[in-house]
């Protein structure tokens, strides 16, 4: 039997747990959301912590029945220390340490993004690299060059909102419920994307960076001056109008990532926002007009899951890559831990 990894993934309000055999049979993939935020209309930080704490012994559970398998049977544990919400690192981060200690297996801490680039492989074992990797998640919105599973280079990165905190603003500011994502996903299935002709943030010529903070603002000022003329707004079509520029922008700078880069085999679309059907539409129409595959995990491995994080565990193992049991949560890890900045190499313009 090959290794056999037991992950656990706390950085936000899911809480997760997942045994995966070899880096891809997820043999449980447990997920207990915390419901209890939709009354606030976003995550409270202290709450998600607390809950964590109660659920976090009856997932592990509950994914070691659904394996069955015992601790015994674990080779190693993984968690998820960062970026995310400090409180909720370490509830995960210091059970899986304590776990690790008590059974005397290797831990491994495991960067979330680098977690969702794996949900890629999790679900296709044999992805063709070098490929180009979409991240686009509530917290960050970037693109890598991904050379092999211990090479990756950054390509580029948002600099103000990430495309899902736009969603959720705007989601937000179109008096819709939490998570706004998936609401104004379903409000813009009713609209017309090309209603309102809302700006497209593309930035200096040659750049691969993203930036959304501009569209959300002009979302907000045409609902405050179409309520100010007394003219009625069709919600639906500013929720289209909107889903439409971030898609666009997504997907063209990815598209000219691929084009930059060398000798990219296919492309990888990961993290919640990659779960927008526009999205997976437009990026599959977009990569086969530029004859290459495109790789986007199943939904349930787009939004936060531990299989994720036991995936990119196994490379780690793989490698030797333990982590010291002193290894502490790190809120604000920036993507640059995990990848290699390269602006003026064979990326570079």
């Given at each position: 039997m090959?290794?056999?990894i037991?992950a656990?993934e706390t ?5 997760a747990?997942?045994?995966v055999?070899?880096?891809?049979k997820v043999r ?14 976003g995550?409270?930080?202290e709450?998600?912590?607390?809950r964590?704490?109660e659920n976090?012994?009856?997932v592990?559970q509950?994914a070691?029945?659904?394996?069955a398998i ?7 544990v993984?968690?998820?220390?960062g ?6 690192l370490l509830?995960?981060l210091s ?11 290797p831990f491994?801490?495991?960067h ?6 794996y949900?890629?492989?999790?679900e ?10 979409l991240?686009?998640s ?9 050379e092999s599973?211990?090479?990756?280079y950054?390509m ?6 990430a495309?899902?905190?736009a969603?959720?603003k ?11 994502g998936p ?12 209603a309102v002709?809302f700006?497209r943030?593309?930035l200096?010529e040659?750049?691969?960076d ?9 979302v ?7 309520q100010?003329?007394?003219r ?5 079509d500013?929720?289209a ?14 598209i000219k990532?691929?084009?930059?880069a ?5 492309l990888?679309?990961v993290?919640?926002v ?10 599959s129409?977009?990569?086969r ?11 349930a ?5 531990a299989a994720?994080i036991?995936c990119?565990?196994?490379y780690?193992y793989l ?7 002193d ?7 920036p993507l640059?831990?995990?990848v290699?900045?390269?602006p003026?190499?064979?990326?570079g313009p």
């Amino acid at each position: 039997m090959s290794e056999v990894i037991l992950a656990v993934e706390t950085s936000c309000d899911e809480t997760a747990a997942a045994v995966v055999e070899g880096g891809t049979k997820v043999r449980a993939n447990i997920v207990a959301s915390q419901s209890i935020h939709r009354r606030f209309g976003g995550v409270v930080p202290e709450i998600a912590s607390r809950r964590h704490l109660e659920n976090i012994p009856v997932v592990v559970q509950e994914a070691l029945d659904q394996a069955a398998i015992s601790l015994a049977d674990v080779h190693a544990v993984a968690a998820t220390y960062g970026p995310g919400l400090v409180g909720a690192l370490l509830v995960g981060l210091s059970y899986a340490k304590a776990l690790a200690y008590a059974l005397e297996k290797p831990f491994i801490g495991v960067h979330h993004l680098i977690g969702h680039i794996y949900a890629g492989f999790l679900e296709y074992p044999d992805l063709p690299l070098p490929a180009v990797c979409l991240v686009v998640s509530g917290g960050h919105t970037a693109l890598l060059y991904l050379e092999s599973h211990g090479r990756r280079y950054l390509m580029g990165a948002t600099r103000d909102d990430a495309a899902g905190e736009a969603f959720d603003k705007v989601a937000r500011a179109l008096g819709l419920g939490y998570p706004g994502g998936p609401e104004l996903e379903r409000l813009a299935g009713r609209g017309n994307p090309a209603a309102v002709p809302f700006p497209r943030a593309w930035l200096e010529e040659g750049s691969l960076d993203f930036s959304f903070s501009g569209l959300k603002t002009a979302v907000l000022n045409y609902l405050r001056q179409e309520q100010q003329a007394g003219r009625e707004i069709n919600l639906a079509d500013v929720a289209a109008s909107f889903q439409q520029a971030v898609v666009d922008v997504l997907v063209g700078k990815t598209i000219k990532a691929a084009k930059r880069a060398p000798a990219v085999r296919s492309l990888l679309a990961v993290g919640g926002v990659a779960s927008n059907e526009a999205l997976r539409r437009a990026l599959s129409v977009a990569a086969r007009e530029a004859g290459l595959p495109v790789f986007i995990p199943r939904r349930a491995f787009c939004t936060d899951n531990a299989a994720m994080i036991a995936c990119a565990a196994h490379y780690q193992y793989l490698r030797g890559e333990f982590s010291s049991l002193d290894l502490d949560a790190v809120p604000h890890l920036p993507l640059v831990e995990s990848v290699v900045e390269s602006p003026m190499g064979p990326l570079g313009p």
